[in-house]
């Protein structure tokens, strides 16, 4: 045996990953709990767009695949490209970013009962606003849910018109988890985000994907449901295989969510599935000593301790937040005295200074396309402040509406939107509206 098969053996061996040869051509997979599995891009595109044709546990998996695309594709007829692009997006995520993340516990998923006093306050909301649910709304090209098949409704934990809804309720529910994430994690926690009660119908799939930052250290509860079958949640573990994880209402899932790639990647089959979203990022403070130590300061660069330096996405962070921009964690002072014309638009415009704004595009219009060092525009500062209305004056002036920062190479309005204030603030809705491209 050479040096590299050793290796391989042992890393086989360490991980706990048992391969069999059943025939030349075939083999068998176990994962840690000894159940038949597989890796990526087996039961839905993972990491690439094509299917692993060598091994196919699960028979030919691609033709729904295809159907999946097509609903997409015929739903947005306008922009079927949109749902390849969101594909390519989410594959390119699902490759670097697990790779880039700081991980916090051994085996990135975990399965518990929810605190009692959290599932009772979330099955009560459930069922009292169970006739207010809405439709949820995706974005254009949208593929995280088969939308288009299989629609989605939110009973809204944010919603103040539903009678017990809003903050107070979201932060008990934040309390009342926070401490089972901390001892899983070690690390002392703050609310990152909420997301729900989502409830998926027959036929939904949930493509598998790693959440966007800062969704770091997160749990999902399952609240309610009336299914014909488990309908389970896709995991892929550290050795790379897949893990069904079931799960029953008052069940909750512990996940690192930043890295570990989940989904449910086989359509529900049933009336529905309800399910609520619960996210916190580090502080940077330990909670107990570490095998493996980890960043507990964002450094001079106030870069998120969960990134590791040196990776992809420290390079992708160190480009959106260049160091000239620090203007940004100060926005209250005023630009150095000889700033130049565009330095003091792009100013106005992260600061949401509306009058100068406006008082720039009449003067200068030259400005609205000009790029600073780092490829940024005016109007992405803008998305960035979230100022609907300074975006709106740019754009009213001729400013571009699909240009990407770093000279075309980085992101676009939508995707900086997105990252710095979410889906639902009302520059991502009018971005959209405006046919803005991801
Ligand atoms: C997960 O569940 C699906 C659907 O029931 C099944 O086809 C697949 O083999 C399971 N995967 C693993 C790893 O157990
Ligand atoms: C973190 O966990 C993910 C998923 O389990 C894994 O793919 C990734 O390689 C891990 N990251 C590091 C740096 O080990």
């Known amino acids: 045996m050479n040096k590299i098969s050793t290796m391989k053996l042992l890393s086989v061996l360490v991980t706990g990953l048992v391969v069999r040869a059943t025939s030349a051509s075939q083999k068998q997979v176990l994962n840690a709990f000894g159940e038949l599995s597989y890796g990526v891009d087996v039961s839905f595109p993972v990491h690439h767009l094509k299917f692993d044709q060598d091994h196919q546990p699960l028979?030919?998996?691609?033709?729904?695949?295809?159907?999946?695309?097509?609903g997409c594709r015929q739903y947005y007829p306008d922009a079927p490209d949109s749902c390849d692009l969101t594909e390519e997006d989410r594959c390119a995520m699902s490759v670097r970013q697990p790779a880039s993340m700081q991980n916090y516990t051994d085996t990135g998923f975990k399965k518990v009962q929810a605190p009692k006093a959290v599932f009772d306050l979330l099955s009560n909301y459930w069922e009292t606003h169970y006739d207010e649910r809405s439709q949820e709304k995706w974005p254009r090209g949208n593929t995280y849910v088969n939308h288009w098949a299989a629609p989605t409704y939110m009973v809204n934990v944010e919603e103040t018109s539903l009678r017990g809804g809003g903050y107070e309720l979201k932060n008990k529910i934040w309390d009342g988890v926070k401490p089972i994430l901390e001892e899983w994690t070690g690390m002392e926690l703050e609310p990152s985000s909420m997301y729900g009660i989502r409830q998926y119908t027959n036929g939904a799939i949930l493509n598998p994907h790693a959440d966007r930052n800062p969704l770091i250290s997160s749990c999902i509860i399952n609240v309610a449901q009336d299914v014909e079958e488990d309908w389970p949640l896709e995991v892929y573990g550290r050795d790379g295989l897949a893990y069904n994880v079931t799960m029953k209402p008052g069940d909750m899932v512990l996940y690192e969510s930043h890295s570990l790639i989940h989904g449910r990647p086989f359509p529900l089959k049933g009336k529905y599935f309800a399910n609520i979203f619960i996210h916190f990022k580090p502080t940077g403070k330990l909670l107990r000593e570490r095998d493996t130590p980890v960043l507990t300061d964002e450094g001079e660069e106030h870069m998120p301790i969960y990134i590791l330096r040196g990776s992809p996405d420290e390079k992708k962070w160190l480009r959106e937040h260049p160091p000239q921009k620090s203007f940004r964690h100060n926005v209250k002072e005023s630009p150095a005295a000889a700033a130049s014309p565009l330095e003091e638009l792009s100013h106005a415009a992260a600061i949401g200074d509306i009058d100068r704004v406006s008082h720039f595009v009449s003067n200068h219009k030259d400005l609205l396309h000009k790029k600073?060092?780092?490829?940024?525009?005016?109007?992405?500062?803008?998305?960035?402040?979230?100022?609907?209305?300074?975006?709106?004056?740019?754009?009213e002036n001729g400013g571009d509406v699909n240009e990407r920062t770093n000279f075309g190479e980085g992101d676009s309005l939508i995707e900086?939107?997105?990252?710095?204030h979410g889906y639902d603030h009302p520059l991502f809705d009018f971005l959209e509206s405006v046919g803005a491209e991801l």
């Open 59 to 70: 028979g030919d998996r691609r033709k729904a695949y295809e159907e999946f695309m097509e």
């Open 416 to 420: 900086i939107v997105f990252d710095s």
């Open 372 to 395: 600073d060092s780092n490829g940024w525009q005016p109007i992405h500062e803008a998305a960035r402040g979230g100022h609907l209305d300074v975006v709106k004056i740019l754009l």
